[in-house]
């Protein structure tokens, strides 16, 4: 073998082996990483969430696509548990007091092509086998994007004649919660101190403790005087994790303007869904 095609031989063997990394790099950042993907994806859902009992058997969700350029998404079951952050990681067996719902409701179609200012819908149906037992079961809807395969161009073609087109692929999970039998969850807010957001800006942190059988979800609320100085919406503790540590950015106020006043913390019901507060507390900055 001669020096020239030596060469060649283990420049084609690299070129190979660094396109086989790029497509597993790819496929990994896909799919780990999917519900970070809706500030950049163009799927749009709603509802966000979906629970399901007796008295409420199915949902239907709609799909919109806020981009310019027809998508499929290909949509599957995945499990998360929740930490005390609030991040999700996939599991295949349930932790904590964690029980999946997959198999507990079908649904339709199993991939979906959007195009833009066209909405499509995706009905799911609650399957309650006999003999279930009283519970929370909760499982995700992943709608992961289908890429798009595109054929080489010739002009960016390597020496091994191989061409490469990374394309980032979107994704986005709703939470499916069913629910069985008599459940019922409270919660208790502790642990309420000044904190700093990543870029500087004023908080409070707090902890949000969860007993009982059933998730908590509710909006955060901060007020002072009769007025609102703070919130984060659509806060949940899933049933994986005994608490949820809670950092709530302060509007328009800083710590210092509010020190000597009292602050008030509620968690609430979700805006647009009616029951007791789930838990209150305050704070007196100093």
């Known amino acids: 073998m001669t020096d020239t095609v030596r060469v060649s031989f283990f420049f084609d063997l690299f070129v190979k082996f660094l396109v086989k990394f790029i497509l597993l790099f790819a496929f990994i950042i896909g799919s780990y990483f999917p519900h970070k993907a809706m500030a950049a994806g163009g799927i749009v859902i709603s509802p966000q969430l979906v629970e399901l009992d007796n008295k409420n058997r199915n949902t239907v969700l709609t799909l919109a696509n806020r981009g310019q350029e027809t998508e499929t998404y290909r949509i599957s079951v995945i499990n998360y548990r929740m930490d005390a952050q609030g991040n999700l990681f996939e599991i295949d067996k349930p932790i904590g007091e964690d029980a999946f719902a997959n198999g507990l409701f079908r649904f339709?179609?199993?991939?979906?092509?959007?195009?833009?200012?066209?909405?499509?819908?995706?009905?799911?149906?609650?399957r309650r086998p006999s003999g279930l037992k009283d519970g929370?079961?909760?499982?995700?809807?992943?709608?992961?994007?289908?890429?798009?395969?595109?054929?080489?161009?010739?002009?960016?073609?390597?020496?091994?004649?191989?061409?490469?087109?990374?394309?980032?692929?979107?994704?986005?999970?709703?939470?499916i919660i069913v629910r069985h039998g008599?459940?019922?969850?409270?919660?208790?807010?502790?642990?309420?101190?000044?904190?700093?957001?990543?870029?500087?800006?004023?908080?409070?942190?707090?902890?949000?403790?969860?007993?009982?059988?059933?998730?908590?979800?509710?909006?955060?609320?901060?007020?002072?005087?009769?007025?609102?100085?703070?919130?984060?919406?659509?806060?949940a503790v899933y049933l994986s994790t005994p608490y949820r540590e809670v950092v709530v950015p302060l509007v328009e106020e800083k710590l210092q303007t509010l020190s000597g006043k009292t602050i008030s913390v509620d968690y609430r019901p979700r805006k647009g869904e009616i029951g007791p507060v789930i838990a209150s507390n305050n704070i007196t900055i100093r």
């Open 182 to 235: 008599s459940l019922s969850g409270n919660g208790e807010i502790t642990e309420l101190k000044p904190a700093k957001k990543e870029n500087g800006s004023d908080a409070i942190s707090l902890r949000i403790n969860r007993t009982g059988n059933q998730s908590l979800r509710g909006d955060v609320i901060l007020s002072s005087d009769g007025k609102e100085v703070g919130r984060l919406n659509n806060v």
């Open 108 to 126: 339709a179609p199993r991939q979906v092509t959007l195009k833009p200012g066209s909405p499509q819908t995706v009905r799911v149906l609650y």
């Open 136 to 175: 929370e079961y909760r499982s995700h809807l992943l709608f992961q994007q289908v890429p798009e395969t595109t054929a080489a161009n010739s002009n960016t073609a390597n020496r091994a004649g191989i061409s490469v087109e990374i394309k980032t692929i979107f994704g986005i999970s709703i939470p």
